[in-house]
Each structure stands twice: as C-alpha cells, then as structure tokens.
C-alpha cells in the first residue's frame, strides 16, 4: 500500500486550493470551525469563494496506516527517516491529481514540518505560505527517543493513552486549554484516533530532518502565526523562523490568550489571516 491521503473538501471556489494541514494528535476536524469561517470572512469581503481542503495525514482519523515497508529507510531506533517526505510527495500528489499546478499550504504544529518539506520538496508548487504554531528544528536526540517510545507504548498497548495528555493545558496555557470545553473536544478528537496511526507519525515525526535551510528559500507570500500562551512553539522561537525567512516579507501574528492550537482556539481570526493570504497570492 502506498501512501494515501483521506482528503476532506469543505468548499470548492475560485484560484488555486488552500490546503490546511493538521497538528498531532488529531485529525483534520482542528480545522472544521477555521475552514467554515475562511468562507465566512471572504464572503464579507466581497471575494470570490476559497476552494479549502484538509488531508487527513497518513493513519490520522479513518486515514489509512502505512506499512513499514511503504515508509521508506527505518533507522536502528525505529524512525521512519523518508516518511515525512514521502508524505510531502503523496499530499503534492493529491493537487497534480486534482488539476492544480500549486497551492496555498497552511500546517499547523506538524502540519508545518509538511509545508516546510513542501518547500523542500516541491518549492514550484508553493503559492503561498501558512506557518501556525510550529517549528523547523528536527527533534532533539532526547525528544527523538520520547516520540519513539511513545510510538512504541501506542503499538504494545494498543491505545492512545500515551498522548492523551494533548488535551490538558499546561500551567500558562491559554483560557481556552484550561477550559472544561477545551479539555472535552481535544479528549474526544485524540480518542478517536488509532494507536497505529498516532506511532506512525511519532516515528515520521521522530525521523524528519532540520529544515531550517529551507526558511531563506522561501518567496511566496507567508504568514506566521501563534499563541502567546504557547508552550511549545513560543513566539520568541516563531518570531526568529519569520526572521530567518529573508526572501520574502512574512506577516507576524502573536494572538493573545492562544495557546498551540491556534486554529481551533481562534478560529474567526485565524480564517482572517488565512484570506489576509489568499488575498495576498490572488
């Protein structure tokens, strides 16, 4: 089995895809709220319609597993050192297949990591840029052997339980993490998740490279966006990415009382920034 992607199309209009790309633990439903409202804002605007699409990554929501073997090298430790790329080709595949030469690429979290490799990858298919909430680093050796372990207790125990502390906020996490409400979606989009699926994209994740090479390659319009609140891609650490991208003039979005999941905490404004793009690329 190669690697196939479980695309959802929340609406179909004018100029090339806005392809969101979800964060880790869940699934493209981070993007439900965020994707309805990018209508919403061009709709008021007095745009044209905005085709929007959110691939499922492999083996997130109903999105098939790939086997080891469609996974490319498997190092000593277990990481899966091509899976990232081969995943970049199956999601650029995905938009040849439709009829698009390019694309306006949004990841959130790990949905970065695949539009920085985008980049890498296929920098001709690249229309524009959305970075929220990430990083281009490759985990540090500690953080490698964490995701792999995880990987491991996923697969051995069959459950997601070694992730399901995505869902609690930690001690200057936004309003909306602390929230029961936050808690409650965040606890049922991780559940409904497979152990299979969640270890295959810790050892893709565990096995990608550093591609802060590809920061000063990009030119297409860019926005950066993140939360203020957040604990794992700090603004400090996003403002620097967004400096590092010299070849084009990225905006720079810190949203206040937002923790990592910018998308799904603030959906509305998230969208504007999404149309500020589209607007941009058009």
């Given at each position: ?5 479980n695309n959802?199309?929340?609406?179909n209009g004018?100029g090339?895809?806005?392809?969101m790309?979800?964060?880790f633990?869940v699934?493209?439903h981070?993007w ?16 044209a319609?905005?085709?929007?699409w959110a691939?499922?990554?492999p083996?997130a ?6 086997s ?8 000593a430790?277990?990481a ?10 199956a999601?650029a595949?995905l938009?040849r297949?439709?009829?698009?030469e390019?694309?306006v690429?949004?990841?959130l ?21 959305a ?9 540090s050796?500690a953080?490698r ?6 990987a491991?207790?996923?697969e051995?125990?069959?459950?997601v ?6 869902a ?5 996490d936004?309003s ?5 409400a936050?808690?409650?979606?965040f606890t049922?989009w991780?559940?409904e998740?497979?152990p ?16 802060n090479?590809?920061?000063?390659l990009v030119?297409?319009s860019?926005?950066?966006i993140?939360?203020?609140?957040d604990?794992?891609?700090?603004p400090a650490?996003?403002?620097s ?6 070849g084009?003039?990225?905006?720079f979005?810190v ?8 998308a ?5 404004k998230?969208?504007?920034l999404?149309?500020?793009l589209v607007?941009?690329?058009?």
């Amino acid at each position: 089995m190669a690697i196939t992607l479980n695309n959802t199309v929340y609406s179909n209009g004018e100029g090339v895809p806005l392809v969101m790309v979800h964060a880790f633990p869940v699934d493209h439903h981070m993007w439900d709220e965020c994707a309805a409202k990018v209508n919403d804002v061009a709709a008021e605007r007095g745009l044209a319609p905005v085709t929007v699409w959110a691939p499922d990554m492999p083996g997130a929501g109903i999105g098939p597993v790939p086997s080891a073997a469609d996974s490319g090298e498997v190092a000593a430790d277990g990481a899966y050192e091509q899976a990232l790329d081969l995943m970049t080709d199956a999601y650029a595949d995905l938009v040849r297949a439709a009829g698009y030469e390019r694309a306006v690429w949004a990841g959130l979290s790990m949905g970065g990591y695949v539009v920085l490799d985008m980049q890498r990858r296929h920098p001709e298919m690249i229309a524009g840029l959305a970075l929220c909430d990430t990083k281009a680093d490759a985990d540090s050796p500690a953080a490698r052997a964490g995701r792999l372990e995880c990987a491991r207790a996923c697969e051995s125990g069959e459950t997601v339980d070694p992730v399901m502390h995505f869902a609690d906020a930690s001690e200057h996490d936004s309003s909306f993490k602390k929230s029961q409400a936050g808690h409650d979606l965040f606890t049922r989009w991780i559940r409904e998740q497979t152990p299979q699926g969640v270890a295959w994209r810790q050892r893709m994740a565990a096995g990608r490279p550093d591609l802060n090479d590809q920061l000063p390659l990009v030119t297409a319009s860019t926005a950066v966006i993140c939360g203020e609140n957040d604990p794992f891609s700090q603004p400090a650490a996003m403002r620097s990415l967004a400096d590092a991208m010299t070849g084009t003039n990225p905006s720079f979005t810190v949203l206040p009382d937002c923790g990592h999941f910018s998308a799904v905490e603030y959906p509305r404004k998230v969208a504007e920034l999404l149309v500020d793009l589209v607007e941009r690329v058009r």
